[in-house]
């Protein structure tokens, strides 16, 4: 060896240009496959593979008004035993098979954590059934069934539950959010977290110009159509019916009841008696509590495997899981995350708006989903066709999960194929995902 020559294992790899080759081959394959792993083209997702991340159960409890409706005296952990044990009751898995159960909640103490492991064991989850809460605001349920779906598609496990929960009657309110410190007061973007979204909401609507009488008719119509499916029971086989205790709240006697229905829909609505209402943010206002979600309670959740594994346990697949996406916006304008987190799913999958049978699009306020409706171009009678969370409510951590039930029976009754879930996000992120019906 020569004089100043150092020989070491690093160098010899380096100076080997058929193993940097090799290497730098490795690596682009796997940046590659990152991409591919989602299926492209409306034919292409339409078709079954061994390896597909399929849905085998997808269920809710009914959703009630918080503070007022029939489940405010339960627990939102005893909203999730039900809504675990009844997608063992109907699913009829072993539930020793299910490896992890993930629980989008935004306003447990806690995160959850401790409460919804009990949840599970109570329902009849073994200890090696593992639990998990998250929260991403109103797009907790939906990032739980994700996160499901993502680690089945990955090896990491074979069989799991997304789920979401929420008791708005116990746990809504000024201490679901904590005081900011002052680093965080002195950024400004930072500070806007904290605007309450009706506030902001409200100074969308005036600045993207939506206006008063274009809400209420969006109202108007979530609510007509919400009643309308609700008589002719199409919520029936989503809703898995829960008996609990409740306080009558005119004469403090409890009782035991059996739930069965949404208690929020309301008979009646038109835009004349929306027009009625008060503005709810700003005296000159157009938003209110007519043309907002209501506070709800509920709880929702999805069993998840892959087909394979789906057809070994002769599990019957009602749909499947092709991707999703996450994206942020401005916290001030909240309210358009769908509008962009939309295209973002549609592109990763190869997909146009022309191939979706069916939008499941989350109303968080009249005029942000109205907006983003119309600005990306949809078939408003594609919208939502049974309603939304401005006519049957919305708890918080639930809706995500909740969207999955309500699509794939629309879609089942529709004849349609394809179908995207989506929601705007508190301090400024939208959701989608995308998804197939059997």
Known sequence: MSKGTIQTP???????????????????????????DIPRGRETILAKSPNDIVVTCALRTPITRGGKGLLKDTAAADLLVHALTSVIARSKIDPSLVEDIAVGSVLAPGGGATEFRAAALAAGFGEST?????????????????????????????????????????????????????????????????????????QMAKDRKISRHAQDEFAARSYQRALKSQQLGKFD????????????P???????????????????????????????????GSIHAGSASQISDGAAAVLFMKRSTAERLGQKVIGKFIGS????????????????AIPVILEKTGISKDDVDLWEINEAFASQCLWCVNELGLDIEKVNPNGGAIAFGHPLGCTGARQVSTLFNELGRSKGKVGVTSMCVGTGMGMAAVWVKE
């Open 10 to 36: 690093f160098v010899k790899a380096v100076t080997n240009p058929t193993s940097a080759q090799q290497r730098l081959s490795q690596v682009t394959s796997h940046l590659a496959s990152s991409e591919a």
């Open 130 to 202: 593992a639990v998990k809460a998250l929260n991403r605001q109103c797009s907790s349920g939906l990032q739980a069934c994700v996160d499901i779906a993502n680690a089945i598609s990955v090896g990491m496990i074979d069989i799991g539950i997304g789920a979401g929960v929420e008791s708005m009657s116990s746990q809504y309110g000024p201490g679901a959010v904590t005081e900011f410190s002052e680093l965080l007061d002195k950024h400004t973007e930072a500070k806007n977290c904290k605007v309450p979204m009706g506030v902001l909401s409200e």
């Open 237 to 248: 086989d989503e809703i898995s019916p829960i008996t609990v205790k409740y306080v009558d």
């Open 250 to 284: 005119k004469t403090d006697e409890e009782k035991v009841i059996t739930v069965s229905k949404d208690d929020g829909i309301r008979p009646g609505i038109s835009v004349e008696s929306l027009a009625k209402i008060k503005p709810a943010f700003a005296k000159d």
């Open 325 to 340: 996406a996450v994206v942020g916006v401005k916290p001030l304008l909240m309210g358009i995350g769908p509008w962009k």
